[in-house]
């Protein structure tokens, strides 16, 4: 929580959300404690995404981007049971049902941490259905409730600009909820399929006109104060 206070003095914002995606941007997992948000941030380990974090992000309202903060994960025995490849990784086992095992992501997948900022993409609440699965749309109210509710609630001193944050926040992605099943690949899947493709992502290309009068002269200067 001193952490809290320190960026937000910094106009940077602690949110209770886990996050995964890749350069192409991150997806941002909403939601209480038990709705399945560290499960599937860590399914992403087995797949084409990467693993930013699957409790707290740290977010940037400038870029709207958010940073993984901790190489730690925590997931409980269901979890564990979604994704046997995490067998023998676990560095602390869950005794009991209310337990959660310990992994450290940069032992065992140091190759899976997105180690840069991502612009956020979609916001996601994530929602444990059984058997049917699926992506639907919701209203940016309810993102917000799932995200500021446990965000303001485990925060040390809960703020107007965090909460406008968030507000502005949900209000400039698309969100939805996430119906999880067993089968955690297809979750993660269906979060790609989230971030737009690579030929959206890249750089534009910029034709710049210099009208100059006796270029043999001021070309060089011009051409060195764009480049």
């Known amino acids: 929580f001193i952490l809290d206070s320190w960026f937000t003095s910094r106009g ?12 192409r941007g991150a ?5 209480a404690g038990g709705s399945g948000k560290s499960s599937t941030a860590l399914a992403a380990l087995k797949s084409e995404l990467n693993y930013l974090s699957d409790d707290y992000v740290l977010f940037d309202p400038g870029y709207r981007s958010v940073h993984g903060i901790y ?5 409980d025995l269901p979890g564990l049971a979604r994704m046997p490849f995490l067998k023998g990784k676990i ?7 209310d337990e959660k095992g310990l992994l450290f992501i940069h032992e065992s997948f140091p190759h899976k941490i997105f180690n840069y900022s991502a612009m956020v993409r979609a916001i996601v609440c994530p929602e444990l259905a059984g058997n049917a699965s699926g992506l639907n749309s919701i209203a940016p109210a309810k993102a917000l409730k799932a995200l500021a509710g446990s965000t303001v609630l485990q925060s ?6 965090a909460l406008h944050v968030m507000a502005r926040l949900v209000g400039q992605c698309p ?6 099943t067993a089968d955690a690949k297809s979750a993660v899947n269906e979060l790609a399929s989230l971030l737009p493709d690579d030929n959206a ?3 534009p290309k910029v034709s710049v006109i210099i009208p100059a009068y006796n270029p043999g002269v001021f070309l060089a200067e011009a051409l060195h104060s764009i480049l």
Request: glycine letters at 4%; aromatic letters at 6%.
């Open 12 to 23: 940077l914002y602690l949110l209770h959300a886990a996050a995964l995606g890749d350069h």
């Open 27 to 31: 997806v941002l997992l909403v939601g």
């Open 71 to 75: 190489s730690s994960a925590k997931t």
């Open 91 to 97: 560095a602390y086992h869950p005794q009991t049902p």
């Open 156 to 161: 040390s001193r809960p703020s107007s600009s």
């Open 175 to 180: 969100a939805y909820r996430l119906q999880l």
């Open 201 to 203: 992502t890249k750089s």
